[in-house]
């Protein structure tokens, strides 16, 4: 059935033929007979660009798929097999009560394995735990041939790895096994204070003696701060609580909420400078001015605007842009030049994310690496926002820096070429394993990873 589709920030729209199969055999059919257009694995369209749309094309819906909800846990080893369609919500409600929680999650539970594996997510633990793909043991994959093959870190190995952060396009996951983490209480142990600017906040975090005690940390940046205050923030750090801490009867209780619905209508505008400065002082005020210990909800501390059903809608028809890059370490300069560029601008972040991440893996297009990542969500018709993100990105790429690509719905071709060292490397591993040419995206055709 053809369907309008978009991502998560509601920009760039277009038409697919969207497939929910009832069976392996019915997507081995899709795939064996593809459209000139190809095909594509979508889950739960929270990539923000186009990553799983395909114009024109066939799109399988792999979150509604009738055999994507198995988990199978080893309760003894917490190594668990999911299929591709099931969501981290499904997999922490299963999971949590059981004493294990997922190695890696990013700012939202609505994100399937396969998509999890496809962008290789990060979370507020990459400093110390990596991304999601190095936690992963292997996984099964449907060729474009609609052969199922077996990858891991030692069987096809170089497969294995342009599969993590592929973006969908070598091929489809079907489900992967993975070791998840043991926890002895569903709360989370955080430490919480204010930084009145830039400088504070990169000592805070950029001191791995310190900021390694913690698995978790991650800074709320101001964006809309300037001269002393400039790159003012919140940092919270934290742990997963362990019983003693915990004085519930049930320690492993996990039911997240979702509190409230945005309107299926919001007028443009409604999120805009005015009301982002007054969010971001009431935010700081809010926050502790020395580190205060506290205990939060797993869903609190992780994934907060899940809370908010369809809260992408705030930003009205006009859509967001969510804007992810990063800079090596030593590129504090930039990282600080840069947020005085967005507060000179007067554009402003509803949500403005830093984090130091770890060492990079093998995937030749997985996005982290050691540095300072800064992750922006700005509405789609700000003033002067394509001129002020192209600027940007010069000043990112000739730092060293790149994109991420799950996040993409701006940056171009040469933005990719520059920032991937090792673009053609999974270009040619890529071809490969799709000789054909089956497997295509809009966010592919835009940026040069597939064949137009």
């Known amino acids: ?119 290789d997510i990060h979370g507020k633990n990459h400093h110390v735990d990596g991304s999601f793909g190095v936690h992963v043991l292997s996984m099964r994959v449907m060729l474009s041939t609609t052969e199922i093959i077996n990858l891991s ?34 709360l989370m142990s955080v430490e919480t204070e204010r930084l009145q600017n830039f400088d504070a906040l990169i000592e805070a975090m950029g001191s791995a003696d310190d900021d390694n005690r913690y698995r978790y940390s991650v800074a709320w940046v101001d964006l809309l701060a300037s001269g002393a205050s400039l790159g003012r923030g919140v940092l919270s750090r934290g742990e997963h609580a362990s019983s003693n801490q915990d004085s519930r009867q049930e320690c492993l209780a996990y039911k997240p909420k979702v509190r409230m619905s945005a309107p299926p209508w919001v007028p443009n505008g409604v999120i805009n400078k005015l009301s982002i400065k007054a969010f ?107 001129e002020l993100l192209s600027t940007v990105d010069t000043v990112v790429l000739d730092a060293g820096g790149r994109h991420y690509l799950a996040k993409d719905a701006h940056v171009s071709p040469r933005a990719v070429q520059v920032g991937y060292a090792h673009l053609e490397e999974w270009k040619q591993i890529r071809n490969e394993m799709d000789p054909t040419g089956v497997w295509k995206s809009d966010l592919g055709r835009r940026l040069g990873l597939v064949d137009p």
């Open 280 to 386: 971001n002082e009431a935010w700081y005020r809010k926050a502790p001015p020395k580190r205060k210990e506290s205990l939060e909800s797993i869903a609190g501390f992780f994934h907060p605007l899940d809370g908010v059903r369809q809260w992408n809608r705030l930003y009205g028809t006009q859509g967001f842009i969510q804007y992810q890059f990063i800079v090596p370490l030593d590129q504090t300069d930039v990282l600080r030049g840069v947020i005085g560029r967005f507060a000179d601008a007067g554009v402003a972040s509803f949500l403005a994310v830093l984090k130091r991440m770890g060492k990079s893996n093998p995937a030749p297009m997985s996005f982290p690496d050691t540095g300072w990542t800064l992750t922006l969500d700005i509405a789609a018709g700000a003033r002067g926002l394509p």
């Open 153 to 186: 870190p030692l069987e096809k190995p170089d497969w294995f790895w342009a599969t993590i952060a592929g973006m969908g396009l070598t091929g489809l996951v079907v489900d992967a096994t993975f070791q998840m983490l043991a926890i002895s209480s569903s």
């Open 1 to 119: 059935m053809k369907q309008k589709l978009s991502g998560w920030g509601r920009t760039a729209w277009s038409y697919s033929d969207v497939i929910t199969p009832s069976s392996i055999q019915e997507i081995s059919a899709v795939v064996a007979s593809p459209q000139p257009r190809g095909v594509i694995a979508r889950g739960l369209g929270r990539s923000y660009g186009a990553a799983s749309q395909n114009a024109g094309g066939t799109v399988i819906d792999m979150a509604h798929y009738a055999s994507s909800s198995g988990i199978e846990l080893d309760q003894q080893t917490g190594v668990v097999t999911a299929g591709a369609g099931v969501s981290i919500d499904a997999l922490l409600k299963y999971c949590v009560p059981r004493g294990w929680f997922i190695p890696v999650t990013p700012g939202t539970r609505f994100v399937t394995i396969g998509g999890a594996i496809g962008s």
